[in-house]
């Protein structure tokens, strides 16, 4: 047990602290979760239930990590909440567990999640994601590597995929699959552009670019369905690039529909 623990702080004895964790004053850490280490849990956070964090992880003030769902559907059990290493939860962040049991609420690494964020029941997060304040991901939301949301109650739909490397404009309501590689905005959501900054930001080479570049003007410039849209983009000169082979793997895979473009 971690020898950083305020005196004020609720630390039940089942719960797994590395030694050098830091629990600040009236946090409150209930039985079952594990904190790795360098991790720090700011006065007046909550950590309950089944819930692992990993390593150098900042959960700030008034967030709750690993509560209850709140989906109706919950019978029991003790689904559970998975964070990986070097995550930061600012203020108010709020993440839920699971629904059924032995399911896990999963988020990776390296994800900057700022201040009132919700993760709902069931999201899969992965790494290198900043998402500003007040996004809030319903239930069963997958989110790829390095996109960003945009802030002001940016609201992503139970059941949407966000592509890597895609970005979501601030107060947008997201109702359908924002593929790789574009930049979604709007109420409800259009496909405005690709993510030039965030992309150039990336490292992206020219090569790279130009290939996604083809990928927006083919899937929303050209009036093309989808099936007509992946065909032509396959017989291009960019068809083994790496860019190309994500969007359609996205696209075939997408159940809710590819968000459209701006009409």
């Known amino acids: 047990m971690s020898e950083k623990i305020h005196p004020t702080a609720v630390v039940d004895p089942k719960a797994e602290l590395a030694s050098d964790v830091e629990i600040g004053p009236y946090a409150v850490?209930?039985?079952?979760?594990?904190?790795?280490?360098?991790?720090?849990?700011?006065?007046?956070?909550?950590?309950?239930?089944?819930?692992?964090i990993g390593a150098a992880c900042?959960?700030?003030?008034?967030?709750?990590?690993?509560?209850?769902?709140?989906?109706?559907?919950?019978?029991?059990?003790?689904?559970?909440?998975?964070?990986?290493?070097?995550?930061i939860f600012r203020e108010y962040v709020s993440i839920n567990a699971a629904t059924n049991d032995g399911e896990f609420t999963e988020i990776g690494d390296d994800n900057y999640l700022l201040?009132?964020?919700?993760v709902g029941h069931c999201c899969k997060l992965g790494n290198h994601i900043i998402a500003s304040n007040g996004a809030t991901f319903a239930g069963h939301v997958i989110v790829e590597d390095y996109v960003g949301v945009g802030g002001g109650g940016t609201a992503i739909h139970q059941f949407c995929h966000i592509g890597q490397r895609s970005f979501i404009g601030g107060?947008?309501?997201?109702?359908?699959?924002?593929?790789?590689?574009?930049?979604?905005?709007?109420?409800?959501a259009k496909i405005r552009m690709f993510n030039k900054v965030g992309l150039e930001r990336g490292g992206f080479t020219p090569e790279q670019m130009s290939a996604v570049k083809l990928i927006f003007k083919t899937f929303y410039r050209q009036g093309l369905n989808r099936q007509q849209a992946i065909d032509f983009v396959l017989?291009?000169?960019?068809?083994?690039?790496d860019e190309v082979k994500a969007y359609v793997a996205f696209a075939e895979k997408s159940e809710r529909g590819l968000t459209g473009g701006n009409k």
């Open 115 to 118: 201040a009132y964020c919700h």
């Open 58 to 87: 900042e959960i700030y003030p008034y967030s709750s990590i690993g509560m209850q769902t709140q989906d109706l559907k919950f019978k029991g059990g003790s689904p559970g909440v998975k964070i990986g290493d070097r995550n």
């Open 29 to 52: 850490v209930g039985a079952g979760v594990k904190i790795g280490a360098g991790s720090k849990v700011w006065h007046h956070a909550t950590v309950w239930g089944n819930t692992s």
């Open 235 to 241: 017989s291009s000169p960019y068809s083994d690039t």
């Open 171 to 188: 107060c947008a309501k997201v109702e359908q699959d924002i593929p790789p590689f574009m930049l979604g905005d709007g109420n409800p």
